[in-house]
């Protein structure tokens, strides 16, 4: 599909001079609600309902939203209304109380996730912050407030969807099919059409962070697979046992460090927030660990950077060598790797640093 995402496709568009309006957030949230309940008729749970699952079929302003994603989707079995599991499924921010407890969950966990998505377009904000258990205490708490100022040109029967979707009981939300038979959803041609600028200055920054987090996220992955990096099957024939799990070891508390810095932007976005859940805000408050990573944030960002030493005089011959030297070596092995080194030491702009 040519479209993004639906957060990214709201603000590329009201960036483009297009009016993102509550009719517009009725329009995209209708349209997912319709391919929920085909998935609800068919007993099927989609248990991961998010914006980066509802995408547009094409860049066109007229483009119908599609709902992707269904990698964790589950089969309802026969004559059941739940299923029992005792793991938790999809995005943190979008889990139903229900799944975070791990307690048998069914079809009301996407309409807790659809909520959440309403919540987002017609705030840019998300209803529940921070990271790991109090991420977890604040969903299951289910205190929803609309009192910030994106909420103030939002209309009492949209809030009014948003508070029965969220419902903490999962008995207590209505159904799929209830919800498209919403005044809100029902009488969309009533709706408002004024452009929500504040709904759209805070998808900027929410669409930013999430685009923070994949950068580290990815950055995290390049490393965790870089051949260079790890033991080649070779080494690893020969090596010993605790060699192996000395790299596993290594390996496991990269990625437990990488998490540490996601949970921390999480935890950061809630310390910014003028709303956040006071519970939340306590347990962020005597988080040392927290405090020791914003320290660090503090001082890498507060730091000098000292201007790099001029380079040698013979910088180009010592290029020209290298570059003789990965070239004229033998073997199959990091073919890959050595023609990036080769166009790396031959690119415009190490010859520009080389001829200052």
Request: charged share 25%; hydrophobic share 40%; glycine share 6%.
């Amino acid at each position: 599909m040519e479209g993004s995402d639906i957060c990214f496709e709201v603000v590329r568009r009201a960036v483009a001079g297009f009016v993102y309006s509550e009719a517009v957030a009725c329009h995209y949230l209708r349209q997912i609600l319709e391919a929920l309940r085909y998935c609800h008729e068919n007993d099927i749970i989609h248990r991961d309902v998010r914006p980066a699952c509802a995408l547009l079929a094409t860049a066109d302003n007229s483009a119908p939203v599609k709902l992707g994603g269904f990698g964790s989707a589950v089969q309802l079995p026969n004559g059941r209304d739940s299923v029992e599991t005792h793991g938790r499924v999809g995005c943190p921010h979008y889990m139903a109380p229900e799944v975070v407890a791990r307690r048998v969950y069914g079809k009301p966990c996407d309409v807790w996730g659809a909520g959440v998505m309403l919540h987002v377009l017609l705030s840019g904000r998300l209803p529940f912050h921070g990271s790991g258990k109090r991420l977890q205490d604040a969903i299951t708490r289910g205190r929803v407030t609309l009192d910030t100022p994106e909420w103030k040109h939002v209309s009492s029967n949209a809030k009014d969807l948003v508070l029965k979707m969220l419902a903490p009981n999962p008995i207590s939300r209505p159904t799929i099919t209830e919800i498209l038979d919403h005044p809100w959803i029902r009488d969309r041609d009533k709706l408002q059409r004024i452009h929500l600028g504040d709904t759209v200055e805070e998808l900027k920054r929410y669409n930013a962070r999430r685009k923070l987090k994949a950068a580290v996220q990815t950055v995290a992955g390049g490393v965790a697979m870089d051949p260079l990096c790890c033991a080649d099957t070779d080494s690893m024939a020969i090596g010993t046992a605790s060699e192996s799990l000395n790299e596993w070891a290594d390996e496991e508390a990269g990625l437990e460090a990488i998490q540490k810095i996601l949970d921390s932007l999480d935890d950061i976005i809630a310390l910014q927030d003028a709303n956040c859940d006071p519970d939340v805000l306590a347990g962020m408050l005597r988080d040392v660990k927290l405090h020791e990573l914003l320290q660090l944030f503090d001082r890498i960002s507060s730091s000098v950077i000292n201007p790099s030493r001029a380079p040698p005089g013979d910088a180009i011959s010592r290029c020209r060598d290298a570059i003789d030297a990965i070239s004229s070596t033998a073997g199959h092995k990091y073919v890959r790797e050595k023609s990036e080194l080769i166009n790396l030491l031959g690119s415009p702009h190490i010859q520009h640093v080389n001829l200052k």
